[in-house]
């Protein structure tokens, strides 16, 4: 659970330049109420996909960037971290800059309930959560809890080293009169020499019902050595 989705574009979007954002959300004046347990279900439901546009900044670079996630139904199974039966759902992040690209993934493992049992990044390392909750029935807007802490280690396999902690809030905002269903992660890397820690929010935009509409925006800030470098991104 190192990362939603907008950890896989700082990472990317950092690598093509060689080297938190989403500060318009307006909390005031809404009596709606917001079936936050059916959001993060129906993120979960189907397949989805969303085209975002923006920019990443750092060392002295302001870059246009476009990027693709892609949400996919994959086949049920277990996780390897613990052999939990497990539904199964992958997100794919695709960044382009410059000219250059890349893509990434994570893959989400759920319960029958959609809490988090774990995941595994592209690279293999393997997180498993601890004080795992799930959004209430209903949330006013401006309303956030916790979802998850996890440490993270470097693969599945027993005895592997562990290579960062992080933790994930669930929240419900407005912007531009748009409401949103949003997860931030904090992570920081716990490995020798690495001195690597991000936020990052990943809104999608929802109705009272919990239906998640085709907006999304992603905010992110990745710190290397005390570098920052931040994404801010929304579909176009």
Same mark, same amino acid.
């Given at each position: 659970?190192?990362?939603?989705?907008?950890?896989?574009?700082?990472?990317?979007?950092?690598?093509?330049?060689?080297?938190?954002?989403?500060?318009? #959300?307006?909390?005031?004046?809404?009596?709606?109420? =917001?079936?936050?347990?059916?959001?993060?279900? !129906?993120?979960?439901?189907?397949? &989805?996909?969303?085209?975002?546009?923006?920019?990443?900044?750092?060392?002295?670079?302001?870059?246009?960037?476009? *990027?693709?996630?892609?949400? *996919? @139904?994959? $086949?049920?199974?277990?996780?390897?971290?613990?052999?939990?039966? #497990?539904?199964?759902?992958?997100?794919?992040?695709?960044?382009? #800059?410059?000219?250059?690209?890349?893509?990434?993934?994570?893959? &989400?493992?759920? !319960?029958?309930?959609?809490?988090?049992?774990?995941?595994?990044?592209?690279?293999?390392?393997?997180?498993?959560?601890?004080?795992?909750? @799930?959004?209430?029935?209903?949330?006013?807007?401006?309303?956030?809890?916790?979802?998850?802490?996890?440490?993270? =280690?470097?693969?599945?396999?027993?005895? *592997?080293?562990?290579?960062?902690?992080? #933790?994930?809030?669930?929240?419900?905002? !407005?912007?531009?009169?748009?409401?949103?269903?949003?997860?931030?992660?904090? =992570?920081?890397?716990?490995?020798?020499?690495?001195?690597? *820690?991000?936020?990052?929010?990943?809104?999608?935009?929802?109705?009272?019902?919990?239906?998640?509409?085709?907006?999304?925006?992603?905010? $992110?800030?990745?710190?290397?050595?005390?570098?920052?470098?931040?994404?801010?991104?929304?579909?176009?």
């Amino acid at each position: 659970m190192k990362r939603f989705c907008g950890i896989s574009v700082v990472a990317l979007a950092a690598a093509i330049l060689g080297g938190c954002g989403g500060g318009d #959300a307006d909390e005031s004046g809404s009596s709606t109420v =917001y079936a936050t347990n059916a959001a993060w279900a !129906n993120l979960y439901a189907s397949a &989805h996909s969303w085209s975002l546009s923006g920019t990443v900044s750092g060392s002295g670079q302001n870059t246009a960037v476009q *990027s693709t996630l892609d949400l *996919s @139904l994959l $086949a049920d199974g277990t996780f390897p971290g613990t052999g939990d039966a #497990a539904k199964i759902r992958r997100l794919t992040t695709t960044a382009t #800059a410059n000219g250059g690209s890349s893509s990434d993934y994570v893959t &989400h493992y759920l !319960n029958a309930s959609n809490a988090f049992i774990g995941t595994v990044s592209s690279d293999g390392s393997c997180a498993l959560p601890s004080n795992v909750g @799930l959004p209430p029935t209903s949330a006013a807007m401006g309303s956030s809890g916790p979802l998850a802490s996890w440490t993270e =280690y470097s693969s599945c396999s027993a005895g *592997s080293p562990q290579i960062g902690t992080g #933790a994930a809030t669930w929240s419900v905002e !407005n912007a531009s009169s748009t409401p949103y269903f949003c997860v931030t992660n904090t =992570y920081t890397s716990t490995a020798a020499g690495n001195s690597f *820690s991000s936020t990052e929010k990943d809104c999608f935009e929802i109705n009272a019902s919990g239906t998640i509409g085709s907006s999304a925006k992603i905010s $992110a800030v990745y710190t290397q050595n005390g570098v920052n470098t931040t994404v801010s991104m929304s579909t176009f």
